[in-house]
């Protein structure tokens, strides 16, 4: 079965620094996410893209973090200067159309900044 | 923002009984609803959906029902089993949204045996 891939499984890195997660979408989807979860807190929506370019993005996606499809089967979250509170899941998700269906996750990547 | 809102924390079942989660959202824009599970250290597994337009979807064991005029819904598993337990995720999307998803803060269902 078709399946969302996200690496790394646990990023852990150092406050300020720069870090990039990376995930596989589902091949024939055309329509890609990022979400996090903060812990104990509810999964939040990021961004959107679709088309290269970005679709929609939530208050919390500000000039720090961005996203890009850097060749034909790769979606990435950089997010430029790492502050504390963006620890937390970062999950990926793609699906087939916009309207109307169900979005396929990843695993997630557990981003701890110290 | 408590856009979603699933006001049951946890839940405890019998094995072989039906589970009932609850669901209510605020925003009358929303018009597709989804149901998604969760095992720890994994992501959101989609479960069920339902579009605005209907009441109810069934698959299998896994029913969901939609009250509009309430901006409530449900999701029904029956029978339970253990295999149930995990945190349920209530999710809501409008048209206008990009597809974006707006979650619940989940419902823990223990499966007991």
């Known amino acids: 079965e078709p399946e969302v891939t996200q690496t790394p499984s646990h990023q852990v890195t150092q406050m300020g620094q720069e870090v990039i997660l990376r995930c596989v979408p589902i091949?024939?989807?055309?329509?890609f996410y990022w979400y996090r979860q903060i812990l104990g807190q509810k999964v939040e929506f990021l961004v959107s893209?679709?088309?290269?370019?970005?679709?929609?993005k939530s208050e919390i996606f500000d000039d720090q973090f961005s996203v890009e499809r850097p060749d034909g089967s790769n979606f990435t979250l950089k997010i430029r200067s790492t502050k504390l509170e963006d620890s937390a899941m970062y999950f990926c998700a793609s699906s087939e159309t916009q309207l109307n269906t169900e979005a396929f996750f990843g695993q997630g990547t557990r981003l701890t900044v110290v | 923002d408590q856009q979603v809102k699933q006001n049951s924390p946890s839940l405890s079942v019998q094995e072989g009984r039906i589970s009932i989660l609850n669901c209510d959202y605020t925003n009358s824009m929303f018009d597709y609803f989804l149901w998604y599970k969760k095992y720890p250290a994994e992501g959101p597994t989609f479960l069920i959906s339902?579009?605005?337009?209907?009441d109810k979807n069934e698959d299998g064991r896994f029913t969901v029902f939609l009250n509009k005029s309430a901006k409530h819904l449900s999701l029904h598993i029956v029978p339970s089993q253990p295999g149930d337990s995990a945190v349920y995720f209530c999710?809501?999307?409008?048209?206008?949204?990009?597809?974006?998803?707006?979650f619940g803060q989940g419902t823990r269902l223990t499966i007991n045996p």
């Open positions: 893209f679709y088309n290269n370019e970005i679709s929609e």
């Open positions: 091949s024939n989807h055309l329509y």
């Open positions: 339902i579009s605005s337009i209907k």
């Open positions: 999710a809501a999307s409008a048209i206008q949204g990009a597809q974006k998803l707006v």
